[in-house]
């Protein structure tokens, strides 16, 4: 279902595909604590585009693609003719033709969205300054089902409680505080 896909945006994803992410990131998760091994990624490299650093989002990814049994490799804007001025499709056709897929932690959207356009390959987008679609189910406090409970079901999409301050709103939206449909990644046709 999601094979090949780009991850630009929660909006790209329909309910079941959400629900699939997060019940197979269980299934690993829960392999990884029994010891389990799970090499669905063996001989697979990702390649992992920062112009904006991050330990969180560096060692989530790359621990990942080890636990998984791939390679992640690091590119800052240093390491590739992007940060030179190197059109974003002349890079992103290249590295297609090297790498299995791409993340990329950028300041503008447009070139999360101009890089997958050119690219052979699934595009991750891991944050602009407009969506951060990979923060989503990155705590267990988020998932409802981490703590042994099914989010509250609507007539067309689930519900989860928004924490305060959250400083994305395309993955959670709503006031702060307030309980929310998750409209973003569910596309709730009523409020």
């Excluded at 699939?20 to 029994?34: H, V």
């Excluded at 791409?102 to 447009?110: A, G, K, L, N, Y």
């Excluded at 891991?126 to 969506?131: C, E, K, P, S, V």
């Excluded at 981490?146 to 509250?152: N, S, T, W």
Aim: charged share 35%.
């Amino acid at each position: 279902m999601l094979k090949g896909k780009d991850l630009l945006s929660i909006h790209d994803l329909s309910c079941e595909e959400v629900e699939t992410i997060l019940d197979l990131a269980g299934e690993l998760k829960a392999m990884q604590k029994a010891g389990i091994e799970h090499r669905i990624l063996a001989g697979k490299t990702l390649g992992m585009i920062f112009e904006k650093s991050s330990t969180r989002t560096r060692v989530s990814f790359e621990t990942g693609m080890f636990q998984l049994g791939g390679q992640a490799l690091f590119l800052s804007n240093r390491d590739l003719q992007i940060g030179r001025g190197e059109p974003i499709k002349d890079t992103a056709r290249v590295l297609s033709r090297y790498l299995d897929g791409v993340m990329i932690r950028t300041f503008e959207h447009e070139k999360v969205e101009e890089f997958a356009r050119y690219a052979d390959i699934p595009v991750i987008n891991a944050l602009t300054d407009l969506l951060h679609p990979c923060r989503g189910a990155d705590r267990p406090s988020d998932d409802p089902r981490a703590q042994g409970q099914e989010p509250r079901r609507l007539e067309d999409g689930v519900c989860w409680r928004r924490q305060q301050h959250d400083p994305f709103p395309d993955v959670r939206g709503g006031e702060d505080g307030h309980e929310l449909r998750r409209r973003d990644a569910c596309r709730l046709r009523a409020r």
